[in-house]
């Protein structure tokens, strides 16, 4: 329940950061804080108490108590894709900063060039 609370309290965070900031370098930690967030539920979803591992050696074994690996996978795969997104987003606020000389928002809106 605490880990949970800790979840819904980091995704609170990221949304505060992407909605009230206006720097673009906090809007996107503000995002990754919302991606780990989302990785953090998966996680949590997935875990059982005293679960063990799904490798299934003999048919006795079958009905043990089993942790479902899905919800680790797509853990993995969104930890990779979210990697990317940042990279891409980094990526775009430097070459705005080059263009623009400022990380504020306010101010390229005003620039228009």
Not at 24 to 36: A, D, M, P, Q, T
Not at 52 to 68: G, K, L
Request: aromatic share 8%; proline share 4%; net charge positive.
């Amino acid at each position: 329940m605490v880990a949970l609370l800790a979840c819904m309290l980091l995704l609170l965070i990221g949304l505060y950061a992407v909605v009230t900031k206006r720097n673009i370098i906090r809007i996107i930690i503000g995002f990754s804080l919302v991606e780990y967030a989302v990785n953090l539920f998966f996680a949590l979803v997935g875990f059982k108490h005293n679960g063990i591992p799904p490798i299934i050696t003999d048919v006795a074994q079958s009905r043990s108590n089993f942790v479902d690996p899905v919800p680790q996978a797509l853990v993995l795969t969104a930890i990779v894709i979210g990697l990317a997104t940042t990279a891409l987003m980094l990526a775009l606020a430097m070459r705005i900063y080059e263009k623009y000389r400022t990380f504020d928002i306010t101010d390229i809106r005003r620039l228009k060039g």
